[in-house]
């Protein structure tokens, strides 16, 4: 069987900048509440399901989750459904660790605040 494709986060984030991919987010809510890469979509891997996948024919779908094991099994459910899928490896760690900023929830306050790079 054939492996996703898999993405550094610099290239994700050239790709997410340049609006050349749709970027998923498998972890689950809470995680994605806490802390989010900008634009990310939620479809949690607990209740994935290829199907139900944003279709945009100008886009690739590329997944992402906290370390990049979620991100490759839900990759790999989609090769299985569509013949291609793209996952970052690392997760949001690599891209925090790339010095990429994210979008986090301000537990004093509940307010949305960007979180700058590293």
Known sequence: MAQPLVEAPHEVHDLLK?????????????EYAAERIHGALM?????FDPAFL????DRSVVFHCAGGMRSMTAAVQRLTQAGKATHMKGGIAAWKASGFATVRIDPATGRVVDAPAA
Do not use: F, G, N
């Open 18 to 30: 340049r609006q050349q991919i749709v970027l998923i987010d498998v972890r689950e809510p809470a």
């Open 43 to 47: 479809y949690p891997l607990s209740t």
């Open 54 to 57: 944003p279709t945009d024919h």
